[in-house]
T-cell receptor, first 110, second 115 residues
Framework: SQKIEQNSEALNIQEGKTATLTCNYT??????LQWYRQDPGRGPVFLLL?????KEKRKERLKVTFDTTLKQSLFHITASQPADSATYLC?????????FGKGTSLLVTP | DGGITQSPKYLFRKEGQNVTLSCEQN?????MYWYRQDPGQGLRLIYY???????QKGDIAEGYSVSREKKESFPLTVTSAQKNPTAFYLC??????????????FGQGTRLTVV
């Protein structure tokens, strides 16, 4: 069966450091992968989309890598800030809708 | 303001009652989706619609029903047949359902509690 796995343990880092979150998947052949941010009690918000032929994509302090051989995406937040504290979700298309991982909670402390 | 609106934000239902959650979008998107989120769980797909007047069951459709009579509206009814309806419900839309090479826009969610 198709699976999207994200580290279920919360990631706690100090302000200014780089946060790295992992998304692994099985039984998908994705043309692209998406990352979303979700704050408590709110709907997810789209952050980045990376295509299979793109190894890396950047947007401001965010960087995403996509390795279709390893079936893995890494999501980096550089110079992290307390405002970056949230849950980050990885998503892949199943052909008719997006399937999401359970998300990784990030806490950035001052 | 363009966006996707869910209402109400909080909803309480007595056991045995049906309840309908509203989802409206003014983004002119063809595709709309309903997800359910439980604590510690990811988003699970309930129903999706790729075009008006058409919808399909997702992974956990039992006990739910939908309609798509208008492009901008995709209401979800939680029926009494749904055994564990207490959850956070999220509606989303995307430009097209056939090619999902676009982002999904989510509403603010409806938190349903059975009392």
């Amino acid at each position: 069966s198709q699976k999207i796995e994200q580290n279920s343990e919360a990631l706690n880092i100090q302000e200014g450091k780089t946060a790295t979150l992992t998304c692994n998947y099985t039984n998908y052949s994705p043309a692209y992968l998406q990352w979303y941010r979700q704050d408590p009690g709110r709907g997810p918000v789209f952050l980045l989309l990376i295509r299979e032929n793109e190894k890396e994509k950047r947007k401001e302090r965010l960087k995403v890598t996509f390795d279709t051989t390893l079936k893995q995406s890494l999501f980096h937040i550089t110079a992290s800030q307390p405002a970056d504290s949230a849950t980050y979700l990885c998503a892949l298309n199943s052909g008719y809708a997006l399937n999401f991982g359970k998300g990784t909670s990030l806490l950035v402390t001052p | 303001d363009g966006g996707i609106t869910q209402s109400p934000k909080y909803l309480f239902r007595k056991e045995g009652q049906n309840v309908t959650l509203s989802c409206e979008q003014n983004l002119n998107h063809d595709a709309m989706y309903w997800y359910r989120q439980d604590p510690g769980q990811g988003l699970r797909l309930i129903y999706y619609s790729q075009i008006v007047n058409d919808f399909q069951k997702g992974d956990i459709a039992e006990g739910y029903s939908v309609s798509r009579e208008k492009k901008e509206s995709f209401p979800l009814t939680v029926t009494s047949a749904q055994k564990n309806p207490t959850a956070f419900y999220l509606c989303a839309s995307s430009l097209t359902g056939q090619s999902l090479n676009t982002e999904a826009f989510f509403g603010q969610g409806t938190r349903l509690t059975v009392v």
